[in-house]
């Protein structure tokens, strides 16, 4: 397989299998290194040295450990949430005066702030059901127990586009999955595709469709407090269109939309 520096995919990248051995990845590597390297290349070297760090980066990737393995767990959140979109599992159910969708099958959670069950805190799992009448998820960790989970306590691990990061522009387009929310800061945990983690505000994240967020801080004071689906981003205005009932949406900013 040859290798694609123009792809996403660090493996495609380097043109390798996702079950490839170190020495293929690295065997992989010189051969686009010496390929794309800019001495090599000297009538088209912005191409070169554009590709020769787009390879390098993908070796400094797949020859880390812990840097691959970050890669195919959140690989597996966005096909779990490919998944949940598939089958057309969301499905609304009021509670009192907020919205919320039950059957979320196959959606990528972590827990947060659970007071009763607190050694489960920042362990991951899946909602399997909704109780409509005592209004908890039914959550199933990946240590194979099932709880029974307040809403406020489930944070989702969705997908993210990084966007206006004005101090590390170089982050900016880059996607990446919701790991954490830091209360006192006020923002989210990110980690990207090669492994590394950072710390932004809402304002610089673009959740992606169907991703179920709170309303908050709206001078429509009826409106804050109820659960909404992202249906989609504007660019230009740089507001989601959020659905808060079939019939129903609003046009909001980022900073009013808490996951």
């Not at 990737?61 to 998944?83: P, Q, R, T």
């Not at 969301?90 to 947060?112: I, T, Y």
Request: glycine share 6%; charged share 25%.
């Amino acid at each position: 397989m040859a290798g694609d520096p123009n792809s996403d995919d660090y493996y495609k990248v380097l043109g390798v299998q996702r079950d490839a051995s170190e020495k293929d990845i690295a065997t992989a590597y010189k051969k686009a290194a010496i390929k794309w390297h800019p001495d090599k290349n000297p009538t088209n070297k912005d191409k070169a040295e554009a590709n020769f760090k787009k390879v390098s980066e993908a070796y400094e990737v797949l020859s880390n450990a812990e840097k691959k393995e970050g890669i195919l767990v959140w690989e597996e959140v966005e096909e779990a949430a490919a998944e949940a979109r598939r089958s057309s599992l969301m499905v609304w159910e009021v509670v009192g005066p907020s919205a919320v969708w039950a059957g979320w099958v196959v959606w990528a959670v972590l827990l947060v702030a659970c007071t009763s069950a607190a050694a489960q805190n920042g362990k991951t799992g899946t909602i399997k059901d909704y109780d409509v009448h005592k209004e908890r998820y039914q959550v199933k960790l990946s240590d194979s127990d099932t709880l029974a989970v307040k809403i406020a306590n489930v944070l989702q691990q969705v997908q993210v586009q990084i966007t206006g990061v004005e101090s590390k522009p170089e982050f900016n387009g880059n996607k990446g999955k919701v790991i954490g929310f830091d209360e006192s800061s006020n923002r989210y945990q990110v980690q990207l595709a090669d492994g590394r983690a950072i710390a932004l505000q809402s304002v610089n994240l673009v959740f992606s469709e169907n991703t179920r967020v709170q309303i908050q801080g709206l001078s429509k004071q009826e409106l804050n407090g109820k659960w909404g689906k992202i249906a989609s981003f504007e660019d230009a205005a740089g507001r989601y269109v959020v659905e808060i009932s079939r019939d129903q949406s609003f046009k909001l900013k980022p900073e009013n939309c808490r996951l």
